[in-house]
C-alpha cells in the first residue's frame, strides 16, 4: 500500500501562490489516482482536484478551476498541487490520498483514515 506524506503549506497574503507536495513511500503509479483535499475550519473534507496517473485525467472541483493545477512527478514519487491566487477561502488543511477516483468531471472518494495534512493560512 502506497503511503503518503503532505507538505508544502505556510501562511500568504490572498493572491498569492503555495506549491502542495504529496510525497509517496512507493511508486505512484501502483496509486492508480491520487485527489487532494480541502479541509477549512469546523467543515468537512472536500475533494478538490484529482490526477490519474496513468494518463493524466485530471478533475478539479468548480471553486478552483483555473487557480489550482495537479501535476505528478513520477521521477520523485510525488503529486503536487499548485495554487495560485489564494483567497482566505482556501484556508484549511489540505490532504492528499489514494483512495479516490475521477474523471475529467467527477470525483469519487472512499477515504477511511486521513494523514497529517499541510496547513494553508490565507490573511492578509
Known amino acids: 500500500q502506497v503511503r503518503l506524506v503532505e507538505s508544502g503549506g505556510g501562511v500568504v497574503q490572498p493572491g498569492g501562490s503555495l506549491r502542495l507536495s504529496c510525497a509517496a513511500s512507493?511508486?505512484?503509479?501502483?496509486?492508480?489516482?491520487i485527489g487532494w483535499f480541502h479541509q477549512a475550519p469546523g467543515q468537512e473534507h472536500e475533494g478538490v482536484a484529482c490526477?490519474?496517473?496513468?494518463?493524466?485525467?485530471?478533475y478539479y472541483r468548480d471553486s478552483v478551476e483555473g487557480r489550482f493545477s495537479i501535476f505528478r512527478d513520477n521521477a520523485k514519487n510525488s503529486v503536487y498541487l499548485q495554487m495560485n491566487s489564494l483567497t482566505p477561502e482556501d484556508t484549511g488543511v489540505y490532504y492528499c490520498?489514494?483512495?479516490?477516483?475521477?474523471?475529467?468531471?467527477?470525483?469519487?472518494?472512499?477515504?477511511?483514515?486521513w494523514g497529517q495534512g499541510t496547513q494553508v493560512t490565507v490573511s492578509s
Open positions: 512507493g511508486s505512484i503509479l501502483d496509486a492508480g489516482r
Open positions: 490520498s489514494t483512495e479516490v477516483s475521477c474523471g475529467r468531471t467527477w470525483f469519487a472518494e472512499t477515504v477511511k483514515s
Open positions: 490526477i490519474a496517473l496513468s494518463d493524466a485525467t485530471r
